[in-house]
């Protein structure tokens, strides 16, 4: 079994950060790609950023220069450094790996999201 737990939400004001967590366990074999999403109230989910196993990045053109995404393979952990938040980064913001397990070859999994609210 494999489980993808987001953490690191909460409420900021406009102009201040955060740091999300996306943490796999389980049997892992390994971690492909991995990317994060953002859904807010009455919206469309919507990629954010994402990162390769060789560590390649591409974020969506609304973050550009403000959010930095980075794994740790080691803890099996990825992280979204979010800076100069904006009122319109709020959203749930949730994670989707391509992980490798030991039993089942390479599947995609969701975590369960964390809530990010940026005040104005």
């Known amino acids: 079994q494999v489980q993808l737990v987001e953490s690191g939400g909460g409420l900021v004001q406009a102009g201040g950060s955060l740091r999300l967590s996306c943490a796999a366990s389980?049997?892992?074999?390994?971690?492909?790609?991995v990317a994060w999403y953002r859904q807010a109230p009455g919206k469309q989910r919507e990629f954010v950023a994402a990162?390769?196993?060789?560590?390649?990045?591409n974020y969506a053109d609304s973050v550009k220069g403000r959010f930095t995404i980075s794994r740790d393979d080691a803890k099996n952990t990825v992280y979204l450094q979010m800076n100069n938040l904006e009122p319109e980064d709020t959203a749930v913001y949730l994670c989707?790996?391509?992980?490798?397990?030991?039993?089942?070859?390479?599947?995609?999994?969701w975590g369960q999201g964390t809530q990010v609210t940026v005040s104005s």
């Open positions: 389980g049997s892992i074999f390994s971690i492909n790609g």
């Open positions: 989707n790996a391509a992980i490798r397990t030991l039993t089942m070859g390479v599947r995609g999994y």
């Open positions: 990162i390769t196993s060789g560590g390649s990045t």
